[in-house]
């Protein structure tokens, strides 16, 4: 049986791409082209879809303003190709601006605007929800709304008539990028179809961008437009601005968009990007096959510490975990076992929820901190996950086939954290993220269990600084 991946997508150059691609797979493409923005947010929320194509300020929106943690930025797809079409008037009331939500490209254009038109200008400008980009276009050469930004092949069409001034306002910038749901990701046999997915996009991109006569065909065959046309498209998808032909972000790309978002929401975009997946890792996916070995060496310069310091490594860390290893345990409680991320030897985190108030996400939270331990649990690496001891029957520990590889980014330092009786949530909520988002529901400041009920109450277990982090078994006074 061949096996499916899911996507949701715009029907913009995207469903051109996504076309051409489907031929070269042994993967069916089962592709559903959304009608907004609020739509393709729930296909990643419900786990409708395994791949969701959104915008970057999208992206960007779920991780820091919803808090939704599970979001992964797989790669990028292009940099916006944006073009502001249509016409603006004021004195013409020629003043309605389709978008799609307020988020996204909308941010983009209204920060334009802005620039462009006088603030009385601006306030009467009556911005429409007309949903996706080809809903959008209808509407525009329908007459229903005025203005709006659009990308190829629309922004080519008939009708279309664009603003050279916001290319050059928009400058480097982050359009769409391939979204995942950690819960996809931690699914070892989706993984497996996504990196198929991602090395044969690739190389259709290398082919599209290498064979420009034979694409130009097919882009004039696809939308049934004229060669001279499909020839302008063609040219525009390789322009700075255009389709991203490899799966290394860029940085100048991403800052262009964060820029323009924290202006809007006034949101502060942390240094580190921990909604991207292996931003530094993208050698994993263009040599799937590289194999590389590492020894874990904890150090142990701070008391009560285990961090994992590959901090001199540059590139991807891989390994396997041995079933040797895994067999040794047999532990009456059923146990989870993950890794986190460290900024330095003495286990610091970072703020990621600014629990401490400042204002700020990128300082740092250290051991014995309130909150360190919740901070600590939402940064834990997702490609790694364990399930031990099983209630003192050995046979159900995770096994290496069911581990996998792990993939650590190099610079970095990393430390375990064990959830002791957390093996029977993962059971009841089939994933690792979800069994870390309830035992978080279950017991939010980590507290320890009691001689009543150490046996059955789920708590962490951090490998830093041990007398601050974790759960203490105490006697309780009546």
């Not at 497996?192 to 694409?215: I, P």
């Not at 929820?353 to 690496?381: E, S």
């Not at 980590?446 to 789920?458: H, P, Y």
């Amino acid at each position: 049986m061949t096996p499916t991946l899911k996507i949701s997508a715009f029907k913009d150059i995207s469903a051109f791409l996504l076309s051409t691609l489907q031929p070269q797979l042994d993967i069916n493409l089962e592709i559903k082209y959304v009608k907004n923005a609020d739509e393709a947010h729930q296909d990643l929320f419900d786990n409708n879809a395994d791949i969701v194509l959104m915008s970057y300020d999208d992206t960007l929106s779920l991780s820091l303003e919803d808090k939704y943690s599970a979001i992964l930025a797989l790669f990028p797809i292009h940099g916006g190709i944006l073009d502001l079409c249509g016409e603006i008037d004021p004195e013409a009331n020629k003043n309605r601006i389709g978008i799609d939500t307020n988020t996204g490209y909308a941010r983009a254009l209204r920060s334009y605007l802005s620039q462009k038109l006088t603030p009385e200008e601006y306030q009467n400008l009556d911005f429409i929800k007309a949903g996706a980009t080809n809903l959008r276009y209808d509407e525009l050469i329908n007459n229903q709304i005025d203005a709006t930004l659009l990308n190829p092949p629309y922004s080519y069409l008939e009708g279309a008539q664009a603003d050279p001034g916001f290319q050059l306002f928009l400058g480097d910038y982050q359009g769409v990028v391939a979204n995942t749901n950690k819960y996809v990701w931690q699914d070892l046999d989706k993984r497996a179809l996504l990196k198929d997915f991602m090395v044969s996009y690739q190389a259709m991109l290398q082919n599209l961008e290498t064979n420009s006569q034979s694409t130009i065909q097919s882009l004039s065959d696809y939308y049934s437009i004229s060669t001279d046309i499909a020839t302008n498209i063609y040219n525009r998808l390789w322009m700075p601005n255009g389709l991203n032909v490899n799966f290394q972000f860029n940085n100048l790309q991403l800052q262009g968009t964060e820029s323009i978002f924290s202006q809007d929401t006034n949101v502060f975009v942390p240094l580190k990007h921990y909604w991207i997946l292996n931003q530094d890792l993208n050698s994993f996916y263009l040599d799937p096959n590289a194999t590389d070995a590492f020894n874990f060496q904890p150090n142990t310069d701070n008391l009560g510490s285990l961090v994992y310091d590959i901090s001199s490594v540059s590139g991807e860390i891989k390994g396997e975990i041995d079933d040797g290893a895994l067999s040794q345990t047999n532990a009456l409680f059923h146990n989870l076992v993950g890794f986190y991320a460290v900024e330095n030897t003495s286990g610091s985190i970072l703020d990621v929820d600014d629990l401490n108030g400042n204002g700020l996400v990128d300082d740092l939270l250290n051991p014995g901190d309130k909150g360190y331990a919740q901070t600590a649990l939402r940064q834990h690496v997702n490609n790694f996950f364990l399930e031990a001891g099983a209630n003192g029957d050995p046979s159900k520990n995770t096994t290496a086939s069911e581990f996998g590889e792990v993939v650590l980014a190099g610079g970095r330092f990393y430390a375990p954290f064990l959830i002791a009786n957390g093996g029977d949530l993962l059971v009841k909520s089939g994933s690792f993220e979800q069994a870390i988002a309830a035992f978080l529901a279950l017991n939010p400041g980590n507290t320890g269990a009691s001689l009543e009920n150490f046996q059955t109450k789920a708590v962490a277990y951090l490998g830093v600084s041990r007398n601050l982090c974790k759960g203490e078994i105490r006697k309780e006074k009546n």
